[in-house]
């Protein structure tokens, strides 16, 4: 079975995981989102993408969910010996290997999606991992702050702000002009199924979506696409996606990001056991829909929530 995944970060690696186990036979192609991208002490850092990576190939920060297992920050603390910033962006020694391999293939001419994979050789995260676009898109946030409205990298919103304000609007820089990575619509027009996991709607799976002719080859594809809430009970599991959803003027619901994402796209969608009172809106909207457990507590649950959007999206195969 070929499976198509549009991940974003940490919940999209987290799901990613639980997918390979329920799946050991399929064959998964990861659409990563760039839009988190930040150039950093003249490097490329690709956060969604290295959280996939690290993740899936063993080396992700449990804890944490993004960055390096046993980690040093010598270079960081040299960096700020120097009064070089930014300070409030957490890189790790060996974290930096990574993003100084991504800069210098990229300086000798490698597009990201062949840098990517050069990385991924190390890794082997046992998924074909793309990023959605070679071309640079950037998320920024329109924020007002001492009464001036501004527009900040997402990283700074995420990182540095803490979502503590609100978005004001979230504007994939770059996203009109760049076009899919190689691979990316072949790998959708061959997919049996296409997955929305519980990444962050906006600046992760929309991000992805905003790169003209992803979206249109999805809903054209023909084949089930089958999307995971990533909000339980009116809230994000994780992250501040509701920060990001109230930006673009969806409420932090199961069924109002359902909708957002439209049956126009989605065939079949996943609310939480504490969102069951939500599936006939869902349905409602033409989007199939169930009521199952969807927190990632462990390896099964994950496998368990992948099983359950596999079967609801034979359920919708016409
Ligand atoms: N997230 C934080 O909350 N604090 C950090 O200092 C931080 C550093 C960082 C470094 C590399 C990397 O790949 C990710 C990092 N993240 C950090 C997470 C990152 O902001 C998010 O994972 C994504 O951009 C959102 O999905």
Not at 48 to 63: A, H, P, S, W
Not at 177 to 199: C, N, R
Request: charged letters at 20%; a negative charge.
């Amino acid at each position: 079975m070929r499976i198509v995944v549009l991940a974003g970060g940490i919940g999209g690696a987290r799901f990613l995981r639980g997918l390979k186990a329920a799946t050991p036979d399929a064959d998964i192609t990861v659409i990563g989102n760039t839009g988190d991208d930040i150039h950093l002490f003249g490097l490329k850092v690709c956060p969604d993408l290295d959280t996939v990576m690290y993740t899936l190939g063993g080396g992700i920060n449990e804890d944490q969910g993004w960055g390096r297992s046993d980690e040093t920050f010598q270079v960081k603390s040299e960096l700020a010996a120097y009064g070089v910033g930014p300070e409030w962006f957490g890189l790790g020694d060996r974290d930096f290997a990574t993003h100084i391999v991504r800069t210098q293939m990229l300086g000798a001419g490698y597009p990201l999606s062949a840098v990517t994979d050069a990385l991924c050789d190390r890794w082997q995260p046992g998924v074909r991992l793309i990023p959605m676009s070679d071309d640079r898109v950037e998320t920024h946030v329109a924020v007002e702050l001492e009464g001036e409205r501004r527009a900040v990298h997402f990283q700074e919103y995420w990182v540095r702000l803490r979502a503590s304000v609100d978005a004001l609007a979230v504007v994939p820089v770059g996203a009109e002009q760049a076009k899919p990575a190689p691979g990316v619509l072949e790998a959708i027009a061959a997919a049996d199924v296409v997955l929305f996991p519980p990444s962050n709607p906006v600046v992760s799976v929309g991000t992805i979506l905003s790169v003209p002719g992803i979206r249109e080859a999805i809903a054209d594809a023909g084949v089930p696409v089958v999307g995971l809430s990533p909000i339980v009970g009116d809230a994000p599991v994780r992250g501040m996606a509701d920060k990001m959803l109230a930006a673009v003027g969806v409420e932090s619901s199961a069924a109002a990001v359902a909708e957002h994402y439209g049956s126009g796209l989605l065939d079949g969608w996943l609310v939480d056991t504490a969102d069951g009172a939500t599936v006939e809106r869902v349905e409602a909207a033409g989007i199939r829909c169930r009521a199952v457990p969807l927190m990632m507590t462990d390896l099964d649950a994950t496998a368990e929530m992948a099983r359950a959007a596999l079967a609801l999206a034979e359920e919708v195969r016409t």
